[in-house]
C-alpha cells in the first residue's frame, strides 16, 4: 500500500475557513431536500406490510414548548395550555399507533425508543405514563430497550428524573446551549447554572446510564472567553456525552430568529476558536471526538461502538443501534427504512385531520431502488460513522480525484491497491467530515447546498 497524504500546510482555522460552504449533515442520503408528495401513505403502508423479525427503533414527536427561545429550528408549538393540547395529542398519537401497527402483519419488538421535540418533559407525570403505556400497548420492549428522552432543563425537577428513569428511560438529553446569563437573554432561554447543576445531581441520581447535553456554538453575544465558562461548567457536570452544534441562523426560513441582531453574532473566526477551544479541553479531559460535533466519555456505549465500528447514523444523528428501522409518529416524525424514507404531515392541524380520517398521515417521502444511489449511501456512511472507506477506482475514478485535493490540505489520507483505493479521515479531518462525505454526493457536486459548516 502506498500513502499519498502530504502534510497538512493551513492550520484548522484556515481549513475551516477555507472549506466553509454549506454541507448537508447527511443524517440520510439522498438527504430530506430529495424528499417528494410522490410517496405517501400508500407506501409506508406496502413497507409496513412486510414481515420482519427484527426490532424496530420507534421515535415519538412531542412538540409542545412552554416558550419559544429565539435560535431554536426545531419543529415545535409554543403554547401555555398544557394538559388542555397534550390531552388530545395523545389521543391523536394512540390512533396512529394503532394505525401503524394495524398495518403490520404481526407485532413488533422495539429496541430503541427516542421521545424527542419541543419538549417531552412539557407533559405531566400522568401523561409521560400514559405516553409510555401507549407504546408498550402496540410493542414488545426488548429487555435492553435503550429508551432516551430530551428534556428542557428549566422545568426539571427531581421528581420528575426519578419518575422518568422509573418508567423506563436510561438515557436522556438536556439542552444547556451557554451558560452565559448575558447570551442566554440574548435567545431567550435563561436557566440559571444553579439550575443547571441541580439538573445534573437528579440525573444521576436517578441512575441514568447516559447523559447528554446539548452546546450551541455561535449564539449571540458569545466569544471565546464567555464560552470557555460554559466549557468549565460542562468540565464539572461531566455528562457523558455532549453535542456541540453549531447555530444554524436562517432567518429567512425562521421569523423567530429575526429577533436576533446579525451584529450580535460572533464572527466565523470567533466561532471557530471556540470550536476548537472545546475539542482541545473536551479531548485532554477523558472524552472521545465522534464526527465533527459529538464528544463521548472513552466509556460510554457510543464511543465504545465508533471505537469498535459499530457505529450508525440516522435521522437522530450518531447511534449505537446497528441498522435498524426507524418508525416515527407524531408530527413531522420521519420513518427510515432501506428503500423508503417518509416525513408525517408537519403541520400540526393537518396530522390530526389525517389520523382521524384513518390515514397514515404521510406528507412527503423518497423510495430508493437504484443500486448506485444505494451504494453511494453506504460510502457515505462509511466516511461519516467509520471515518475511512474503500472503493473501485474504476467506478469512482471522479471522486478519487477531488479527494486528491482533500489529501493535499492533510483532510484524508489516501492509498491504493489492486484497482481498490482507500480513504482514511485524518484527525484534522474529522472536522470537515461532511465536505469528505460529500465528494461522494453527486447533487452536493452541482450545487452546495445544507447548513454552513461553522
Ligand atoms: C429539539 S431541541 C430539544 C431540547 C429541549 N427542548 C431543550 O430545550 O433543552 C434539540 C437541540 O437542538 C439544538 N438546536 C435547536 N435549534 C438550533 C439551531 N438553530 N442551530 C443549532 N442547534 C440548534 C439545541 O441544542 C437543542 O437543545
Ligand atoms: S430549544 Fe427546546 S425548549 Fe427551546 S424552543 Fe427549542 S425545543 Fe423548545
Not at 428549566?154 to 426519578?162: G, M, N, P, T, V
Not at 412527503?364 to 453511494?376: C, I, S
Request: charged residues 25%.
Amino acid at each position: 500500500m502506498t500513502a499519498t497524504s502530504l502534510r497538512p500546510s493551513l492550520s484548522p482555522i484556515e481549513l475551516l475557513l477555507k472549506y466553509d460552504k454549506p454541507v448537508p449533515r447527511y443524517t440520510s442520503y439522498p438527504t430530506a431536500a430529495a424528499f417528494t408528495g410522490a410517496v405517501g401513505e400508500a407506501q409506508l403502508r406496502s413497507q409496513l406490510s412486510q414481515p420482519s423479525e427484527e426490532p424496530l427503533s420507534l421515535y415519538v414527536h412531542v412538540p409542545f414548548c412552554r416558550h419559544a427561545c429565539w435560535y431554536c429550528g426545531c419543529n415545535r408549538i409554543t403554547t401555555q395550555l398544557g394538559s388542555k393540547v397534550v390531552a388530545p395529542y395523545l389521543d391523536t398519537l394512540a390512533r396512529e399507533l394503532e394505525l401503524v401497527t394495524a398495518a403490520m402483519p404481526r407485532r413488533r419488538r422495539l429496541a430503541q425508543l427516542h421521545w424527542g421535540g419541543g419538549t417531552p418533559n412539557y407533559l405531566n407525570a400522568a401523561e409521560q405514563a400514559r405516553l409510555w403505556g401507549l407504546i408498550a400497548r402496540h410493542f414488545d420492549l426488548e429487555s435492553d430497550l435503550e429508551a432516551s428522552i430530551e428534556v428542557n432543563p428549566e422545568f426539571l425537577s427531581r421528581d420528575q428524573a426519578l419518575q422518568l428513569r422509573e418508567l423506563g428511560f436510561n438515557r436522556i438529553s438536556f439542552g444547556i446551549q451557554d451558560a452565559n446569563p448575558e447570551v442566554q437573554r440574548a435567545v431567550n432561554r435563561v436557566v440559571a447554572e444553579e439550575q443547571l447543576r441541580r439538573s445534573m445531581e437528579w440525573l444521576r441520581e436517578a441512575a441514568f446510564e447516559s447523559v447528554n447535553v446539548d452546546l450551541i456554538c455561535g449564539l449571540p453575544l458569545q466569544s471565546p472567553k464567555r464560552f470557555d465558562t460554559t466549557l468549565d461548567l460542562v468540565q464539572d457536570l461531566r455528562p457523558d456525552r455532549i453535542s456541540l452544534f453549531s447555530f444554524a441562523y436562517l432567518p429567512e426560513q425562521l421569523p423567530m430568529q429575526r429577533k436576533i441582531a446579525a451584529d450580535d453574532l460572533p464572527s466565523q473566526r470567533e466561532r471557530i476558536t471556540m470550536l476548537e477551544n472545546a475539542n482541545r479541553q473536551l479531548t485532554s479531559h477523558g472524552y472521545d471526538a465522534i464526527g465533527m460535533d459529538h464528544y463521548a466519555l472513552s466509556g460510554d456505549a457510543l464511543a465504545l461502538a465508533a471505537r469498535e465500528g459499530r457505529l450508525h447514523r440516522n435521522f437522530q444523528g450518531y447511534t449505537t443501534g446497528g441498522e435498524l428501522e426507524l418508525l416515527g409518529v407524531g408530527p413531522t416524525a420521519i420513518s427510515q427504512f432501506t428503500h423508503l424514507t417518509c416525513q408525517n404531515e408537519r403541520n400540526l392541524k393537518a396530522w390530526s385531520a389525517a389520523v382521524a380520517a384513518g390515514r397514515l398521515p404521510v406528507e412527503r417521502g423518497l423510495e430508493v431502488w437504484d443500486a448506485e444511489v444505494l451504494e453511494r449511501r453506504e460510502l457515505i456512511k462509511e466516511v461519516m460513522c467509520h471515518f475511512q472507506v474503500t472503493l473501485d477506482l474504476a467506478r469512482f475514478g471522479q471522486e478519487w480525484c477531488d479527494l486528491q485535493a482533500l489529501d493535499a490540505d492533510g483532510l484524508v489520507q489516501l492509498s491504493e491497491r489492486d484497482g481498490r483505493g482507500t480513504v482514511t479521515v485524518t484527525t484534522e479531518g474529522r472536522w470537515l467530515i461532511r465536505t469528505i462525505a460529500a465528494v461522494f454526493d453527486p447533487q452536493q457536486r452541482q450545487r452546495a447546498s445544507g447548513s454552513r459548516l461553522v
